[in-house]
């Protein structure tokens, strides 16, 4: 079982959950969305929900606009923030739990303001594995047989 903490600062509504819109998501090869959006105003701070190694800065025009990765080795998962206004991190940097990771935005292939919140498990070397999926290897970060949320902001509605 993967365990994540919190993701965000805030208290913010889901706004589009896992494998939603299918036909959106057709022309990127995906069965549907391929994580989680929550509905946080531009500049919300977002932080590391494990400990591990930031593996991607990366700065789309579409997709997943400004977007950071970081990988769990230890859980053997990955996880991403999408749509971002900045990155406080920096490629291969070891980041903690709860350790500001950026800002949150509307960038990329975004309709308005959120994050979208992605997570994928991994083998040991970190690739994504089970991508055929439907969803190049993304899972629901809110499949409670998966994962395992520990909230440690009281406010958070994270399950």
Same mark, same amino acid.
């Given at each position: ?8 600062? !805030?208290?913010?509504?889901? #706004? @589009? ?34 400990? !591990?190694?930031?593996? %991607? ?7 997943? !606009? ?8 230890? @859980?053997? %998962? ?14 291969? @940097? #070891? ?25 994928? @498990? ?38």
């Amino acid at each position: 079982m993967i365990e994540l903490r919190d993701i965000f600062v !805030g208290d913010f509504r889901i #706004s @589009q959950k896992f494998g939603a819109r299918p036909s959106v998501y057709k022309k990127w090869g995906l069965n549907g969305h391929d994580g989680v959006d929550w509905a946080c105003p531009n500049g919300t701070k977002l932080v590391s929900p494990v400990d !591990g190694i930031v593996i %991607a800065v990366k700065h789309d025009k579409g997709g997943y !606009g400004t977007h950071v990765k970081i990988w769990d080795k230890g @859980q053997r %998962a990955c996880v991403l923030f999408g749509h971002m206004k900045s990155v406080n991190v920096r490629l291969w @940097q #070891s980041v903690k739990v709860g350790q500001l990771v950026g800002l949150s935005d509307n960038t990329g292939y975004s309709t308005g303001a959120h994050l979208h919140f992605g997570l994928c @498990q991994t083998n040991s070397f970190g690739f994504r594995i089970n991508r055929n999926n439907g969803y190049l290897g993304w899972v629901n970060p809110l499949d409670r047989k998966l994962v395992k949320w520990v909230v440690t902001n009281p406010t958070s509605p994270i399950p």
